[in-house]
């Protein structure tokens, strides 16, 4: 089983990274493998708002090739033969980051093309120093639901602070616990074949 763990954050040592990583290494411990990408370092360009042409042009093609060729092909790729996806932001304004958004608005077209994602498991990482965790999560939750992710039991760990995460004894435990329970909904979805209609 194949997870992916996209990294919001500007920072890839900071807080939402340390807490991601987290997650990722529960993950390797019950027996999924890992791929970890920090969106800072894979330029994407925002979301061109194809969905609104007339007739619509969002698809997966027109979004990422010819002059609109950027990271996000790969991204694509990554997504459509993954197993799950965790989604780890910080806390900017009481939302997701910018880098966070432009990806999700940017995975529009794989939804747009038939809920390409349908049936993958989400997870989600928040951290930062003031509250709005849970406002960027259930951001994040609401948009991947409609894209067709699947959740396990407690989806998501976030931290809110300036020390470090692991004197959050919470925190960790939900970020080991999300790892867990993300390979294990994978596991039985591997298990059925499920058409997700």
């Known amino acids: 089983m194949k997870f992916i763990g996209i990294n919001g954050s500007a920072r890839k040592n900071g807080k939402t990274a340390q807490l991601l990583s987290i997650v990722m290494d529960s993950i390797v411990s019950?027996?999924?493998e890992v791929e970890v990408y920090h969106l800072i370092d894979h330029p994407i360009r925002f979301c061109m708002g194809c969905y609104s042409e007339d007739p619509p042009s969002c698809n997966p093609r027109h979004c990422t090739e010819g002059d609109l060729a950027d990271a996000m092909r790969g991204f694509h790729q990554k997504l459509l033969f993954s197993d799950g996806v965790v989604f780890a932001t910080p806390v900017y304004w009481f939302g997701m980051s910018a880098l966070m958004k432009a990806f999700v608005e940017r995975l529009t077209s794989l939804e747009n093309a038939g809920k390409l994602l349908a049936g993958r498991v989400a997870g989600f990482v928040?951290?930062?120093?003031e509250e709005g965790a849970m406002m960027a999560i259930s951001h994040?939750?609401?948009?991947?639901s409609?894209?067709?992710f699947l959740f396990p039991p407690m989806p998501f760990t976030y931290y809110i602070g300036r020390g470090d995460i692991r004197d959050d004894p919470e925190a960790v435990e939900y970020a080991e616990r999300l790892g867990r329970n993300m390979v294990r909904l994978a596991s039985i979805l591997q298990k059925e074949e499920v058409e997700w209609v």
């Open 30 to 32: 019950a027996g999924g």
């Open 126 to 129: 928040a951290a930062g120093e």
């Open 140 to 144: 994040l939750m609401a948009i991947t």
């Open 146 to 148: 409609d894209m067709g």
